[in-house]
Structures are given as C-alpha cells and as structure tokens.
C-alpha cells in the first residue's frame, strides 16, 4: 500500500505566549483576562516582556503584544521598544523602538501592538526585553503578554 507523505512547502509555524514580568507604577489587576496582566494607568508608565528567540527560528510570521484597552481612544499614545543581543554580546547590541505610531482602540477589546518592526535583526538564541509605554494620561491598557509566531 503506497504511503502519502507530501513535501513540505515551508517551515511549520510554531507560536509562544510570555506573559509580562515587570510593570512600572502600575495599578491594580481587575476583573477577567486582567488578572495575569500589567495595568497602566498614568503616563510614563510601562510593562516588560523578556524572552528568548527559539533556536529553531527563520523568520517571524507575527509578534504582537496582547492588551486590554482601558479607555476607547481614536489615538491610544503607547511607545514600544526592544533590546537584544546573544549570548557574548553587549546587552545593548541591538536596540529599536517605535514611538510614532497610535492605535484605534476600543475599550475592553482585546487588541494585538505590532511589534515585529522593531525586531529586525533578530536571530536564534537572541535574549530580548521588549516594553510598551503609555505616553499620554487616559490612554490606559492592560498588557497581557507577548505572542510571537515564527517558522
């Protein structure tokens, strides 16, 4: 009996979640996804992510930070940044941010930050802290985590 085993086309895509670790004068956690979450509620206020890019990664096929709008905004003012280098190299070899861009959201909406702009030159076995900001006083969110999809 002949076995079907097709090629692959490309690389499977494989996926992680890290939460956030670290959340700078924050308030307090709420009520349903909130609650493993980072709440900013001030300007100049920020939650951290760290990770490690998998030894298996190509190419990223999406890296988004995963919040919880606080506020409807048409605008919503949150800067994101990231450094990272591996293991031999400064911990500052890499460094990019975006603090250009808004967002339209809606309150209590699960929203998905881009931030795979900001990880250009990412490789195998890079360490990263990546952080979201809140800028503007009202622009609250939740931050949950990152989700990062690669092949």
Known sequence: MPIYNPAEAAAPTREFFLPATLGVAGGTAGATLRRASIILNAAGEYACMTFEIPWDFTAIVSAEIIVIPLATQAN???????????VGEAATTHSETDAATTYNVTNGQVFAVDVSGI???????????MYLAQQAAG???????????YN
């Open 76 to 86: 919503a003012n949150w800067d994101i940044g990231v450094y990272y280098a591996s």
């Open 139 to 149: 622009h609250n969110v939740a931050v949950l985590g990152i989700r990062f999809r």
């Open 119 to 129: 990880l250009t030159a990412i490789a195998p076995g890079d360490n990263a802290g």
